[in-house]
């Protein structure tokens, strides 16, 4: 189970970075985070929505309701120019965290030597 | 089996969410989230209803975690009134459209709420601003004096009127040379009318005021020349200062074009040269004049003394240090054992604070600020509690909106902001018709009151303030309660139709201001009974004399002149008896010292007047002598009569009889002995007594009185004309064409003596006025507030009276029902308003010797007039809403 902290901190650029492959809505989102974390993160409705509506209020997200063919609504979501660039900072500093991890510990977490 | 219903579950799903309080901004995501799951679900084999379930988990636990996250995303920081405000405003002026009849109630006692409000804020600001123009005005002070029991508000010169010029200024350097004194300046005005001759024409004016320290003066109360200078008033003496109003008076509104510096202007025997012209001098100053004169002696046998001090000195160190060094500024005063030392009176609080004879202005009554206060209040008040009755009553019919709101995501803050605005919306609008209603009302309440508050009030910054001011917050007032109850409600009784529409329970808030209201008529309503009764009683109380129909006029004569004047004007048809005499009806003056001779107590309070024997008569005044009054040529040339209360005086201190007092001889001013003959003080023998007489208000007890009764007097300065039924204004043009044949005084001035009893109650009978106009306002506001309030709680009661009619009610038993209601809050209100008003009144009625008794019918008299308002209302709004056949009201909604 991944920590609430960790969640809270990586929430934004884990949505930023799906939203960058093209345009999801909601429980899709859940579901890609799901599958690409393997279930270790399992996200709910109550805790996403909120989320993306801070985003959009932030401007890094855009939304549009589409009828689906079942006649029912959908809201998408679609990453905006700033949520690019604050995608592009959040890559760089996560990339710097793995990096330094990746440094440290070897793919079984077993501490690496840090002498140079 | 039933199949399951997607669609229902959805609905219970989400109605559950709305009643457990939650605030939801996103339950439209939400639900398309919940069918995506419910659809993962049901293709990967679930039945619908395990499906629905594992996707309604899945969803999580939306009440708690959406209501805590929702808090972080529905209030974008900073920015939610600045993109709310407009739709905000559009909401506001939706609603102020849609119920026009009401809103159009409320905005009129929100106007009349906010004048009432910005009128006495102005009022006191006035009374306590008074003085406030002088510079450096907390560091000034006036002197005065204590003298026998009374305090004056001037202080005599050594010699009194014989006081020559250097003696004169010898004091306020004497002042000056005292430590922690930095100036000292001295005047005396003379409020009678005058003349003055300049270039060919005469003028009268009044106010004149003479000082010997002009340079002093003009500087120690800030006075600024539009046109000569301070510098050549004060240069040498006989030069003369106008006002800038005196000088439109005299040269017309282009004086500043005319030259007048220089011209010569001729008062009496003296010329005087005009040095310049000051700027009026504020209103709300305690004293003022027409014109000052520079000369180098003060004619009158005192000034009015003023000294500034240094910071580290107050009234009490001022005190002691010139009582310590009186002998310096008076020495005769001094050695005097009447002087009871100097009276030190900081400038600002002369206007409210003083109470010594021969106030240059009548002061300010303390009490009549809180009086004003208190009624602006409760006018205020009821304001307030008529939009938030009625508001709150009107809103309920908005309650599904209000739901909606709170469905959609809007905070309680944002649901009151909502309200909050529409009041202070309201209140934004009715500053125009404000702003107009004072245009006309300030120029009738300074009328009324004596003030000038409303001179170019229209034009400062200082006004708009206090309007905007009062505007805002009383429209902010007016809305908090109706906000904060309506954006409190739990979203599930918001769609609940059958809220609290109708009468409520036990309890309700509108019933506590119902009660309110009452509670503030009776108070209102019994307090302006009170003090109009009060005021009734003073003005026709018997004073110990015949009021109606006597003229008095000043003729400034010797004996066989008056005796001329007399003879002429009983010529006159209408008139019925000529006499001379001490005017009655006048502002409390000196006392004086007595004893019994024989007797070593001396006493110091005696007022002392003079008449002849026709006056007596004429006022009808009761006398031990009624034989000698009838026919005066039986009595001496000049007797002397004590009244009832030093008679009683007497007899009880030296037990004796009324026939043991006859004749006795009574000295006035003991501490007075003649050098060349020894006699001590000045014997009369007392030749019987009078019955009481109200010389002064009836805010005073009489006093002991001396009347000292001549058969022709020396010299008369008043005469009184007793008239028949003729109109004054006749009597007055006949007695003047005798008066000016006869080449009496330059002016003429009279008084009639009920003007003159009328005068002495200016305070309380313009207190009576206002008062009246406040509760006329209080009931008027009263009533509109309880005419909507009822109409509109009847319009959503009209069911209830159709079914009621339906089953068989009476309009009788309907009536009764309705009105019924309002019973038990007026007998609350009653006890509430009875004891607070009765405190109130007695307070104020303690400052009168002679006053009414306070008896509980005055209040139950406002109750009985509140109840008859308040059914008259009921009723007629009942009966209106009886009138719709009941089938056309239960038919539809």
């Known amino acids: 189970m991944t920590t609430k902290t960790l969640v809270a901190a990586s929430t934004k650029p884990l949505v930023l970075s799906i939203l960058s492959h093209g345009k999801n809505y909601g429980y899709r989102i859940i579901q890609e985070v799901e599958r690409l974390s393997a279930g270790e993160l399992a996200w709910t409705d109550a805790m996403l929505y909120p989320v993306l509506k801070r985003m959009e209020n932030e401007e890094l997200i855009a939304s549009h309701w589409v009828k689906t063919e079942s006649g029912r609504k959908r809201k998408y979501y679609e990453i905006t120019a700033t949520g690019k660039e604050r995608l592009a900072e959040d890559r760089r500093q996560w990339l710097n965290v793995s990096r330094m991890f990746s440094r440290l510990w070897d793919a079984e977490g077993n501490p690496l030597s840090i002498a140079d | ?893």
């Open chain 2, 1 to 893: 089996m039933k199949s399951f219903d997607v669609s229902a579950a959805v609905a219970q799903w989400r109605s559950q969410l709305i009643s457990a309080g939650s605030d939801p901004s996103f339950l439209e995501e939400l639900e398309s989230g919940l069918y995506d799951r419910y659809d993962h679900f049901l293709l990967s084999g679930l039945p619908p209803a395990e499906a629905f379930a594992r996707a309604r988990e899945k969803v999580g636990d939306v009440p708690r975690v959406a209501v805590a996250e929702y808090g972080k995303a529905a209030r974008p920081s900073g920015f939610a009134l600045g993109y709310l405000l407009p739709s905000y405003l559009k909401t506001g002026l939706r609603t102020l459209r849609s119920r026009p009849i009401y809103n159009l109630i409320n905005y009129l006692c929100l106007t009349i709420g906010i004048v009432t409000a910005a009128i006495a804020l102005l009022y006191l600001r006035s009374e306590l601003r008074y003085d406030a123009t002088t510079p450096n005005a907390q560091a000034k002070y006036r002197l005065g004096m204590q003298y026998r029991s009374q305090g004056y508000s001037m202080i005599g010169f050594s010699d009194y009127n014989q006081t020559d010029a250097d003696e004169q200024l010898e004091r306020v350097r004497a002042l000056t040379e005292l430590p922690g004194i930095l100036t000292a300046v001295q005047f005396q005005t003379f409020p009678e009318r005058q003349l003055i001759r300049l270039r060919e024409g005469k003028f009268e004016v009044e106010n004149l005021l003479e000082t010997n320290t002009p340079a002093a003066f003009a500087d120690f109360f800030g006075y600024r020349f539009l046109s000569g200078s301070a510098t050549a008033f004060a240069a040498a003496p006989n030069t003369a200062a106008l006002t800038a109003g005196e000088a439109e008076k005299i040269f017309g509104p282009d004086w500043r074009n005319q030259n007048i510096i220089g011209q010569p202007l001729t008062i009496d025997t003296f010329t005087y040269t005009i040095a310049g012209v000051l700027a009026d001098p504020a209103p709300n100053t305690h004293f003022d004049f027409s014109i000052a004169l520079h000369r180098e002696r003060i004619a009158y046998w005192g000034s009015r003394l003023y000294v500034e001090a240094d910071a580290a000195q107050n009234a009490a160190t001022l005190a002691a240090a010139i009582d310590d060094n009186f002998a310096k500024i008076n020495a005769s005063l001094a050695q005097q054992d009447l002087f009871g030392g100097v009276i030190v009176q900081p400038l600002r609080s002369i206007h409210l604070g003083s109470d010594l004879l021969y106030e240059l202005k009548p002061p300010g009554k303390p009490a009549y600020l809180y009086v004003i206060g208190i009624m602006a209040l409760l006018v205020l008040l009821l304001t307030i509690s008529n939009y938030t009755n009625l508001a709150v009553a009107m809103h309920t019919g908005r309650s599904r909106e209000i739901g909606m709101r709170k469905v959609f995501g809007a905070g309680d803050g944002q649901i009151a902001g909502q309200f909050l605005l529409e009041a202070a919306l309201l209140g934004l609008l009715a500053f125009p018709l404000v702003m107009t209603v004072l245009y006309f009302l300030l120029p009738r309440f300074d009328a009324l009151m004596g003030t000038a508050i409303g001179e170019g009030a229209l034009r400062s910054p200082v006004v708009w303030g206090i309007v905007v001011a009062a505007t805002l917050v009383i429209g902010s007032l007016a809305g908090l309660y109706p906000a904060v109850y309506l954006s409190r409600q739990p979203i599930i009784g918001l769609f609940d139709h059958r809220m609290k529409s109708g009468g409520g329970g036990a309890v309700s808030t509108r019933k506590v201001i119902i009660t309110l209201q009452f509670t503030l008529l009776i108070a209102l309503c019994s307090l302006t009974l009170l003090v109009n009764r009060q005021l009734n009683y003073m003005q026709t109380k018997d004073l110990g004399f015949d009021r109606d129909r006597v003229l008095y006029v000043n003729v400034n004569a010797d004996s066989s002149r008056f005796a001329t004047f007399r003879e002429e004007v009983l010529r006159l048809p209408s008139v019925t008896s000529v006499g001379a005499g001490t005017p009655l009806g006048q502002q409390d003056f000196n006392q004086l010292t007595y004893k019994l001779e024989g007797q070593s107590e001396v006493f110091d309070d005696a007022y002392n007047v003079y008449m002849d024997f026709q006056s007596l008569a004429l006022l009808d005044i009761e006398t031990s002598i009624p034989e000698l009054v009838a026919d005066p040529e039986q009595a001496p040339a000049r007797l002397v009569l004590i009244n009832n209360t030093l008679a009683e005086r007497l007899k009880n201190r030296y037990g004796l009889t009324d026939a043991d007092l006859v004749g006795r001889t009574i000295i006035e001013e003991p501490e007075y002995t003649d050098e060349e003959t020894g006699e001590v003080g000045f014997p009369y023998e007392i030749y019987g007594t009078f019955g009481d007489i109200n010389v002064f208000s009836l805010r005073e007890q009489v006093g002991p009185m001396l009347m000292t009764v001549s058969r022709n007097p020396r010299y008369v300065y008043w005469a009184a004309v007793r008239y028949r039924e003729d109109s004054p204004t006749e009597i007055l043009k006949d007695v003047r064409t005798v008066y000016d044949g006869m080449n009496l005084d330059p002016i003429f001035t009279h008084a009639f003596l009920e003007a003159n009893l009328e005068d002495l109650y200016e305070d309380e009978s313009r207190i009576s006025t206002l008062s009246t106009y406040f509760s006329l306002v209080a009931f008027g506001l009263a009533l509109l507030g309880l005419i909507a309030l009822t109409a509109y709680l009847t319009t959503l009661r009209q069911r209830e009276i159709g079914i009621r009619r339906i089953l068989g009610a009476s309009q009788w038993s309907i009536l009764r029902r309705y009105n019924g209601e309002y019973l038990p809050l007026l007998a609350v209100a009653l006890l509430i308003a009875t004891p607070l008003s009765w405190l109130a009144v007695d307070e104020w009625l303690a400052g009168f010797a002679y006053r009414i008794d306070v008896g509980p019918w005055v209040f139950l008299l406002a109750a009985g007039l509140t109840l008859l308002v308040t059914v008259l209302v009921v009723s007629m709004v009942t009966v209106l809403a009886m009138r719709v056949l009941p089938a056309r009201v239960l038919s539809g909604e």
